[in-house]
């Protein structure tokens, strides 16, 4: 079996696994959380040159199917910000911005931290792609072309030549909303002539891609919080404004912005 395999076959528990008292009020059990932090930056390049920056590091994804609430109590919800992204300049290009850490808190805490922007690339030389606390800092580069950001499931690549840049590191997929997704790939790296690096993912919580040779980097994508749990029990009370979808025998909640919900 695959790794993948063994992966996305965690990630499908049946209903049975929330709980043995799906009929009783007051009581709801176990919750299933994905919660991963905001993308970091990609690195911005030196104006008049050929050195590409890396992308940025992935946010960290935290995923579990054991979180106890009961009925009335309160989870409060952390969706992190993306890293900002990076300027191109002759000795004032910048890093790209770290993204910051999403998180639940209820009875216990569950946080994932945001990924690493990568350095700005320096006047004759290339830069590495960001890092996460899984899987620190994206490999570095070779010749003049930027590396490639961590991922969520792998670190990020080399660049292969002087000319592409590193691929971004492998998102990981989960399918907690209903649908097999990608989630917290690493940026690709900025290239010197040649194709930018392949992005590890675009979805949330993904570095951003590293600047080309004489331009800035993009910025990281924003973290999620995706809460779910069988809709025997009544849907919650919530603030922030999540999506909510009942459907399958679940009510999920995507938090694409700081709330809470009240079980």
């Known amino acids: 079996m695959t790794r993948y395999a063994q992966r996305t076959l965690i990630q499908q528990p049946s209903i049975a696994n929330w709980g043995k008292a799906a009929a009783a009020a007051a009581t709801i059990g176990f919750i299933e959380y994905l919660v991963v932090g905001g993308g970091g930056g990609g690195g911005g390049a030196y104006t008049s040159g050929y050195w590409a920056a890396g992308g940025g590091g992935s946010g960290i994804v935290r995923y579990g199917i054991n979180y106890a609430v009961t009925k009335g109590s309160t989870v409060t ?134 600047a080309a040779a004489g331009a800035g980097g993009l910025a990281g994508k924003v973290g999620i919080v995706v809460l779910r749990y069988p809709s025997a029990f009544d849907a919650g009370t919530t603030t922030g404004s999540p999506t909510l979808t009942t459907a399958n025998g679940f009510h999920t909640y995507v938090f694409t912005t700081s709330g809470s919900i009240t079980f």
């Not at 899987?135 to 010749?143: E, H, I, L, V, Y």
């Not at 003049?144 to 000319?163: N, V």
């Not at 990981?172 to 790939?185: E, F």
């Open 77 to 210: 919800v952390t969706v992190g910000a993306f890293g900002a992204a990076s300027t191109s300049g002759a000795g004032t290009n910048t890093a790209g911005g770290t993204g910051t850490s999403s998180s639940i808190v209820g009875a216990t805490t569950v946080t994932a931290t945001g990924g690493t922007g990568a350095i700005a690339a320096p006047f004759g030389s290339a830069s590495a792609g960001g890092g996460n606390a899984d899987f620190g800092a994206g490999n570095g580069t070779a010749n003049a072309a930027g590396g490639g950001g961590a991922g969520s499931l792998s670190a990020g690549s080399t660049a292969p030549s002087g000319a592409n840049g590193g691929a971004g590191g492998s998102p990981t997929v989960y399918y907690i909303t209903g649908v097999a997704k990608s989630y917290a790939g690493g940026g690709g790296g900025g290239q010197q002539y040649g194709t930018v690096g392949a992005n590890g993912s675009t979805n949330e919580g993904s570095g951003g891609t590293g």
